[in-house]
């Protein structure tokens, strides 16, 4: 009876922890919404008496929105794709190749996560400048493709599955290629489909790598295109909710066609051997 008790009351103090959670992150969404239609949120007032959509109506009637769309688009899809093509090599080749150097270049890898990523801005900034490709799409979309951190969950993912796969596998006459493509990669999809979303999420609101690279307007993406269209002498602060809310809503929807894998890409750890 009293091990039923316990049960109920830790049942309780989750659920009640877990509401509060979800109203401390629903709360911020709730007044950038309602900022984004003209309630005036300084004054305590987070219901608008007569909704206003001037700062959605100003972003979607720019003449160069269609564009900002577009580098947002190319940005996301291209860098995400070519992050995970490279970390997925890498990381099956930390993983289960044997070449000299392996251990020194995965503590490396590993010491390179624990720098901030933006430190590297200003050097990578004079080293493409030398090269005379600023303001190109090689610039912007050819740097953000390495990623420690995927190269890592990746070579984890690839550590956790049984040597018996890849040995029935060769048996069979099967080759690295094969073995990667038709063996490896159907068991870690949902890691990798986890791994998909974080960095789409990502690199759709990337603001600090295009500022930096962008010296052109034409690449600019939605961030820093929404941030200089809000941004003068003052702020204009319900614009700036409009393009965060219009910002927010592509995340919001792959979050949600994706949540099956996302979920079991998070749950799932290893495999027994």
Known sequence: MAEKIKTFLINIVADVAFIIGIIVYIIPFLILLAMSLGANVTAGRFIPHQPRFDGYITIFT????????????????????????????????????????????????????????????????????????????????????????????????????????????????????????KVH??????????????????????????LFIATRTTLWNLPLSIWNLTWSYTVNFWNLAAGAVILFLPPLILYIVAMKYYLRGITITGLKK
């Open 62 to 181: 720019h003449p160069a929105f269609s564009l900002w769309l577009l580098n947002s688009v190319i940005f996301t899809v291209t860098v995400t794709a070519g992050s995970i093509v490279i970390s997925t090599l890498a990381g099956y080749a930390l993983s289960r190749l044997d070449f000299p150097g392996k251990g020194i270049l995965f503590w490396f890898i590993l010491g390179i996560m624990m720098i901030p990523g933006i430190v590297a801005y200003l050097p990578l900034y004079i080293q493409l400048a030398k090269m005379k490709i600023l303001g190109t799409y090689i610039a912007l979309l050819i740097p953000p493709m390495s990623s420690p951190y995927n190269v890592f969950m990746l070579k984890q993912a690839f550590d956790a599955i049984p040597r018996d796969y890849e040995e029935a596998a060769l048996i069979d006459g099967a080759g690295t290629s094969t073995i990667l493509f």
């Open 185 to 210: 990669l159907p068991i870690i999809r949902p890691i990798l489909t986890t791994l998909v979303l974080f960095n789409m999420v990502w690199n759709w609101n990337n603001f600090g790598w295009p």
